[in-house]
Nanobody, 125 residues
């Protein structure tokens, strides 16, 4: 059974940091593009960051650029999202995903075939 499991979410004060992890099991995703999305209450799911299969190409939404960093460890079948300078507007459920589009990170959720269950990130002001 293929699973993506996120961890590392929690409650943090504005200006703080969190590091999310997404561990995959059931198959290897070393040749897959990986991404992070988030969904705040009452809002649509939005792209946050993406990384290609080698880790050499990354892409970020304008809202997190310069604050968040996506990375991956293919040996561990894991992708990470380092989130710094967190703000209350970053509060959301964060989801990791995997896509067969491996060469360039995709910003479209419909191009990701596998999804985790999500982890809550809450930033207090």
């Amino acid at each position: 059974q293929v699973q993506l499991v996120e961890s590392g979410g929690g409650l943090v004060q504005a200006g703080g940091s969190l590091r999310l992890s997404c561990a995959a099991s059931g198959r290897t995703f070393s040749l897959y593009g990986r991404g992070w999305f988030r969904q705040a209450p009452g809002k649509e799911r939005e792209f946050v960051a993406g990384i290609n299969w080698t880790g050499g190409s990354t892409y970020y939404s304008d809202s997190v650029k310069g604050r968040f960093t996506i990375s991956r460890d293919n040996a561990k079948n894991t992708v990470y999202l380092q989130m710094n300078s967190l703000q209350p507007e970053d509060t959301a459920v964060y989801y990791c995903a995997a896509s067969r589009l491996s060469v360039r990170p995709s910003v479209h959720d419909y191009e990701y075939e596998y999804w985790g269950q999500g982890t809550q990130v809450t930033v207090s002001s």
